[in-house]
Structure formats: C-alpha cells, structure tokens
C-alpha cells in the first residue's frame, strides 16, 4: 500500500469519525420518534441516495460482479445485519440519555479493532503501539468499573461495529456498490414496518415540509460518514483505523456532559485522559514513521 491511499485513507477515517461524532445532534432532533422508525427512514432514503451515487458513478458493473459472487453475498449479509443492530441501538441510546454509554462503546471499540487486527488479520504492534494499547485499555476498563455493571449497550455498539468493520475490510467489493447492497438487503424490513407499524410521525403527506426534510436527512447522515468509513478501512490497518475512532467518542463525550447534561463523574474524567493520552503516543508513533519514510524515499 503507497503513501498515497494511507493519506487519503486517513481523510476518510477523519471525515468519518467527525461526522458519527456529531451525529446525535440530528438524532437529539427527532427524539420523539422510535428508535425502530428511525431506523427505518435511514434505510429508505439512504437506499435511494446510494442508488443515485451508483448510476452517477456508473458502479453497476461492480454491483453486478457482487451479485453474482455467493460468498461475498453472504459477507454482505451479515455485515448488513451488524449495522443494523448497531444503528438502532445507537439511536436508543441517544435518544434515552445514554449518550454516555455510547461514547464508551466507541471508545472500546478501538482496543476490539486491535485485537480483531491481530488475531484475523495477522497486524503486529510496535512497542509504542503495544504501550498505547494498554493505556486506552486501561482507560477503557475505568469506565466499565465505574459503571458497577457490565455496559451492555457500550459492549454491543463495540461488538457489531468492529465486527462490521473487519466483514468490510476483507470482503472484495467496493464501499459504495457495498453499501448499496447491504442497505437494499435490509430494504423490505423497512418498507414492511412502514407499512404496519409506523405511527404518524412517519405520515409524509401531512407533515409539515421541514419535518419531512428532517426525516429525508437521515439518509445523507447515515450515507456519507459509512461511505467515509469504508474507503478507509480499505486503505488503512485496522489498527490504525481503530485508534482514530477516539475522535467520534470523545465528540459524543462532550456533547453528553456539556450539551445534554449527563453526569460527569471523575471516574469518567481519569478515563478520558488516560485515552487521549494512548491517541497521542499513537499519533506520535505513526508520524515519526511516516517522517522516517520520507527522509529515505
């Protein structure tokens, strides 16, 4: 892999992660609204906007070569099972104050994405790496003892995400033709509980036009940071790619204490420095690399 696709993969990773960091700020909007339903618009409208991309693209041929490959059909199921567990549950959480629980999710993830890496991809960590894994795994593991319980919600946003990760990362197709079939297997789900079981909110011919823009919006909020995502897992480890997935929880983390105003503990503040503390020597390991490689290039 050359310098240029990590550059461009760490924009991606960038893009992404700013966006699912602020995400709550759209879904704070519609908290009137199930969780299920919710979901339900992201799949509709993020279908239509992928199916858009795809024709302006010209990726059907990419799409077609997917369709016809039985195992990466069967990757592609089950990655689009994963984020649709892990959409909803992410909007419940932030639309019943578990923002916090969220944020930790995501900043666990990080420490499952290295351990994915290492044990189904063969990634090897540097010393300085193995010291900022254990850091964040420290920090990391504050939090869950704070918590007095197991944090179910933050271990399964983990789970399905990390796991959805690594199915993306190995599966031969790209992100956009990807995600438009994962999002399409998912499609009569949505288009059913339309039918039978969405309430009123969900009635786009008497709502008022704003609101009908709001619910339309879950499509791009929900394409463009995935999108993102993907072209970067394809170019960057998943390590790499893992360690910068602090900047979407520690963006939820501010937003639930200094927004929301949820509880911030001291438990929760000795976690977050021992986190960012891990992202920094991490950062400084990967720019004294790529710095060692320019000076020999």
Known sequence: MNNNQI???IFYALAAYLMWGIAPLYFKQLAEVPAMEILMHRIIWSGLILLMFVSLLKQWPKVRYALKNKQVMLVLLMSSLLIGANWTLFIW???N????DASLGYYINPVLN??????????????LQKLAVLLALTGVLVQVISFGELPLIALALASSFGIYGLLRKQVAVDSLPGLLIETVMLLPFALIYWALFASPASNMLTNELNYNALLIAAGAVTVAPLLCFTAAA???????LGFMQYIGPT???FLAVNVYDEALEISKLISFS??????????YDALRKSSSACDTA
């Open 7 to 9: 550059t461009h993969g």
């Open 93 to 95: 959480a932030v639309n």
């Open 97 to 100: 104050d578990h923002l916090l």
């Open 114 to 127: 290295v351990f994915l890496g290492r044990v189904f991809l063969g990634e090897r960590l540097k010393k």
């Open 234 to 240: 394809r170019r960057l480890r998943l390590s790499a």
């Open 251 to 253: 963006l939820m983390f």
């Open 274 to 283: 021992f986190i960012w503390f891990a992202l920094g020597i991490f950062t």
